[in-house]
C-alpha cells in the first residue's frame, strides 16, 4: 500500500515538474500577459474567505470596543471550565507529569499510542510557526502587553484541553484492527445521543460543522500556511530575491509533499514515531537559541517583564488600550495552542490507556509549553532586542505596509545577537512546519473519514489531497487563501465548545472518580 501510494504521488507531482520546466511557461511567468496565478486563486478565494471570516470573527461590541466573538466564546469558555473543575490545571500538573513519564502505563490498556507519543503528536500539531511569526504578529501590532494576555489565555486554555480530551478518550471508536478514530466529531456525536433523540440531531450537526472546519483549516491553517512560511525563511536565508528558490518555491514544496507523504501513510504510529523525536529536539534547539539572547541581554530582563505589564494594563497602549491589546494577546494563544479548538483530542484519542482522565492531564501540560514557555520566550526575544516596532507610528506604517508580523521579525531579532542563527532558525522552522502539516493530516484525515467513511480508498484520497495542497502552498502567496484557513480553524471552536459545555458534567464526574480510584491505589502506579 505505502509503495502504491509513493508511487501515485510521483505520478502526480512529475507532471508539475515537467510542467515547470517547459521554456514557453517559464516565458509566461517571466513576462505575464495578464493576471499571474497568484491573482487567479487570490480573486476566487477572496470573496469565500471575506463571507467566511464574516461568521467566525462576526464582531460584537464590548466596553465600546468592537471585538471578534470567537474571543469571548473561548475564552468565557476557557474561564467556566476552570472553575467547573475545581481549577485543575494548577492542582492536577504534578500527577500529569508522572502519568506522560510512564508511572501509570498498563500495557493492555487499547490503543495505538503511548500517553508520552500522544502528547508530542498534539505539540506538533500547535508549535508551529504560530509561535515565532504569530507571537511577533501580536507584539507588533498589541505591544509588549500582548505578551501578558497570551500567558493568561494559555494557562485557562490548558483546562479547555483537559476538557476536550478526556471526552476524546470517553467516547473515541476502537476498531478491530486496534487503530482507534477520536475527537469532536465522535463526543458531539455519541454525547449528545445519549441524551435522547432531540440532543442526537443537534450532535449530528454540530459533529457535521466541525469535520468540514476541520479539513478546511487542515488544508489551509494547518498546512498551506505552514508550507508558505517555511519556504519564505528557506528563500531569506539563501540569498532573498537570489536565491535558487526565490519563485521557485513549488520545488522545496514537492520535496516537502513526498517526505509528509511517506510519513502519513503509516498512520498514527508512523506519525508518533516522528514527533516524539522531532518535537523535542526543535523545541530544545528554539528554546536553547532564545535562551543565548535572553542570556546576552540579561541585565534587560526586568525591564522587559516591566514593559509586558505596563502594557498590559496601560489605558494609553496601542490600539485601544487595555482591550486592544488583551484581543491580540487572546487571539494568538488562541491560534497557537488551540485550546477549544478540539484538534488536539483527535490525536489524545489514540492514547493507550482505559482511563480517559489521565489522558486529558496530559493534555493540559500543551498550552503550558506551547504558549507560556515558548510564546514568552519569543516575545521575550523581540522585545528585548527592540525588534518589536511597537511604537504606535511604527506599528501603524508596518500594519499598513503589511511588512508587520511575519517569521524575518523573529529572525532579525536573534540575528542581531547570533549571526548565524537565522539558518539554524530556517531548519527549526521546517522542522515546525513538517510537524505540524503531518498532525493536521491526521486531524483532517479522521474527520475526512468521519464524513465519507472508514475505508482506505477514502484515506488515500484524502492524504493525495493534502499532499497536493503542500506543493500549492509553497507557490502561491495568496492571502485570502491563508486567511480562509485561518478561519476555519477557529470555526472548529464554536461547535466544540458548545459540546463541551453540555457533556462537562461527564467530565466532572470522571474526574471525582479517578481522583478516588488513584487516593485508594485502585489504580496502579508503575515505579
Not at 510521483?10 to 493576471?35: I, K, M, N, R, Y
Not at 546576552?296 to 502594557?311: C, N, R, S, V
Not at 475505508?455 to 486567511?483: H, P, Q, R, T
Request: aromatic share 12%; charged share 15%; hydrophobic share 50%.
Amino acid at each position: 500500500m505505502a509503495k502504491r501510494c509513493a508511487s501515485l504521488l510521483l505520478t502526480l507531482f512529475l507532471p508539475l515538474l515537467a510542467f515547470a520546466q517547459d521554456p514557453a511557461v517559464q516565458a509566461d511567468l517571466e513576462t505575464p500577459s495578464g493576471p499571474t496565478i497568484d491573482e487567479k486563486i487570490q480573486s476566487v478565494f477572496e470573496p469565500v474567505t471575506r463571507v467566511v471570516e464574516g461568521i467566525v470573527f462576526y464582531p460584537v461590541t464590548i466596553a465600546g470596543f468592537e471585538i471578534p466573538f470567537v474571543l469571548p466564546w473561548l475564552i468565557i469558555g476557557a474561564l467556566v471550565f476552570t472553575v467547573y473543575m475545581g481549577f485543575i490545571n494548577v492542582t492536577a500538573v504534578k500527577h500529569a507529569l508522572d502519568v506522560v513519564r510512564g508511572k501509570y502505563d498498563d500495557p493492555d490498556d487499547q490503543g495505538e499510542v503511548s500517553h508520552f507519543q500522544a502528547l508530542t503528536a498534539a505539540l506538533s500539531g500547535t508549535v508551529g510557526v504560530g509561535n515565532i511569526a504569530g507571537v511577533a504578529f501580536a507584539v507588533a501590532l498589541g505591544g509588549p502587553g500582548a505578551t501578558f494576555w497570551m500567558i493568561i489565555a494559555g494557562l485557562l486554555g490548558m483546562t479547555s484541553k483537559f476538557v476536550e480530551c478526556t471526552l476524546g478518550l470517553m467516547y473515541r471508536d476502537v476498531h478491530a484492527d486496534g487503530s482507534v478514530s477520536g475527537g469532536p466529531m465522535y463526543y458531539l456525536d455519541k454525547g449528545l445521543r445519549e441524551k435522547g433523540p432531540g440532543w442526537a440531531v443537534l450532535g449530528k450537526v454540530l459533529a457535521g460543522m466541525f469535520s468540514i472546519a476541520c479539513i478546511g483549516g487542515s488544508f489551509g491553517g494547518g498546512n498551506m500556511v505552514q508550507i508558505n512560511q517555511a519556504t519564505q525563511q528557506l528563500t531569506e536565508v539563501t540569498g532573498g530575491v537570489d536565491s535558487f528558490f526565490y519563485g521557485r518555491g513549488w520545488i522545496f514544496g514537492v520535496a516537502m509533499a513526498l517526505t509528509v507523504g511517506l510519513i502519513i501513510l503509516g498512520g498514527i504510529k508512523s506519525i508518533a514515531k516522528v514527533t516524539d523525536k522531532v518535537v523535542p529536539f526543535m523545541v530544545g534547539v528554539y528554546v536553547l537559541g532564545a535562551l543565548v539572547v535572553l542570556g546576552y541581554h540579561f541585565t534587560d530582563i526586568p525591564a522587559a517583564f516591566g514593559t509586558i505589564l505596563d502594557g498590559a494594563f496601560n489605558a494609553d497602549a496601542l490600539y485601544g488600550g487595555i482591550i486592544g491589546v488583551l484581543i491580540q494577546g487572546f487571539r494568538r494563544a488562541a491560534f497557537s495552542n488551540e485550546a477549544g479548538v478540539g484538534s488536539a483530542s483527535i490525536a489524545h484519542s489514540a492514547a493507550k490507556t482505559d482511563e480517559p482522565v489521565s489522558e486529558g492531564v496530559v493534555a493540559l501540560l500543551e498550552p503550558f509549553i506551547d504558549t507560556v514557555v515558548i510564546c514568552t520566550m519569543t516575545a521575550l526575544v523581540i522585545i528585548i532586542t527592540n525588534y518589536g516596532g511597537y511604537g504606535a507610528e511604527a506599528a501603524f506604517n508596518n500594519k499598513v505596509s503589511g511588512t508587520v508580523g511575519d517569521i524575518t521579525l523573529t529572525s532579525a531579532a536573534f540575528e542581531s545577537v547570533i549571526s548565524w542563527f537565522p539558518v539554524v532558525l530556517s531548519f527549526a522552522v521546517i522542522l515546525f512546519a513538517l510537524s505540524t502539516m503531518i498532525s493536521w493530516s491526521y486531524y483532517g484525515l479522521k474527520a475526512w473519514t468521519y464524513l465519507f467513511g472508514e475505508s482506505k480508498i477514502n484515506e488515500a484520497i484524502y492524504k493525495i489531497l493534502f499532499c497536493i495542497f503542500v506543493v500549492i502552498g509553497s507557490a502561491i502567496s495568496a492571502s485570502a487563501v491563508f486567511d480562509f484557513g485561518d478561519a476555519m480553524i477557529f470555526a472548529m471552536c464554536f461547535p466544540n465548545v458548545a459540546g463541551l459545555y453540555i457533556l462537562m458534567p461527564n467530565v466532572r464526574r470522571a474526574l471525582r472518580s479517578y481522583r478516588s480510584r488513584i487516593a485508594s491505589g485502585e489504580i496502579a502506579r508503575y515505579d
